[in-house]
T-cell receptor, first 115, second 111 residues
Framework: AAGVIQSPRHLIKEKRETATLKCYPIPRHDTVYWYQQGPGQDPQFLISFYEKMQSDKGSIPDRFSAQQFSDYHSELNMSSLELGDSALYFC??????????????FGQGTRLTVV | SQQGEEDPQALSIQEGENATMNCSYKTSINNLQWYRQNSGRGLVHLILIRSNEREKHSGRLRVTLDTSKKSSSLLITASRAADTASYFCATDPRGYSTLTFGKGTMLLVSP
């Protein structure tokens, strides 16, 4: 069965550079979520989209932005990268509107290293 | 602080033993979910229990939910070395379309 696809799997960037992470949800899933997980930390919610509109916002820095496109894939854009942005970035998708997320399926994550 | 707090932070047991992990949360929820994560890998959904359910089973997993105490437990019976991973509870706070994760329990099952 198709799962959530994230690309790239690994990314190395220098400080102050820009990075774009992509997420392809499970077909027919209408909701996408982005999470950041630092080393030894729990996943922190960044932002979510439902039907291509921003649904909820968590601890996402102003340097980051995201959107969901007409084909439901989502991109997380990260600018002016800092060393502290080094983390695993997960995307998840679910079938369901806001409130009552139901089962979320996570991708394998993108490991971003900022040097 | 986190919506989901788990204890213990780390648990080391022998194969065949049972492992129990606990999770507490703060706000009203629609459901509570447990996830497993192997080191540096993706999060794998284990089980979802809705706020109107008290207990749920899936294979060797048993989850309980006590909404009056805002707590849940995950029991893994007859553990195997392959169960070694971090286990996170995640809550779906009522009114929000997010999952809020706890800090996780690192389980080590020794052969």
């Amino acid at each position: 069965a198709a799962g959530v696809i994230q690309s790239p799997r690994h990314l190395i960037k220098e400080k102050r550079e820009t990075a774009t992470l992509k997420c392809y949800p499970i077909p027919r899933h209408d909701t996408v979520y982005w999470y950041q997980q630092g080393p030894g930390q729990d996943p922190q919610f960044l932002i979510s989209f439902y039907e291509k509109m921003q649904s909820d916002k968590g601890s996402i820095p102003d340097r980051f932005s995201a959107q969901q496109f007409s084909d439901y894939h989502s991109e997380l854009n990260m600018s002016s990268l800092e060393l502290g942005d080094s983390a695993l970035y997960f995307c998840a998708s679910s079938l369901g509107p806001t409130g009552g997320m139901g089962e979320a399926f996570f991708g394998q994550g993108t490991r971003l290293t900022v040097v | 602080s986190q919506q989901g707090e788990e204890d213990p932070q780390a648990l080391s047991i022998q194969e065949g033993e049972n492992a129990t992990m606990n999770c507490s949360y703060k706000t009203s929820i629609n459901n509570l979910q447990w996830y497993r994560q192997n080191s540096g890998r993706g999060l794998v959904h284990l089980i979802l229990i809705r706020s109107n359910e008290r207990e749920k089973h899936s294979g060797r997993l048993r989850v309980t939910l006590d909404t009056s105490k805002k707590s849940s437990s995950l029991l893994i019976t007859a553990s195997r070395a392959a169960d070694t991973a971090s286990y996170f509870c995640a809550t779906d706070p009522r009114g929000y379309s997010t999952l809020t994760f706890g800090k996780g329990t690192m389980l080590l099952v020794s052969p």
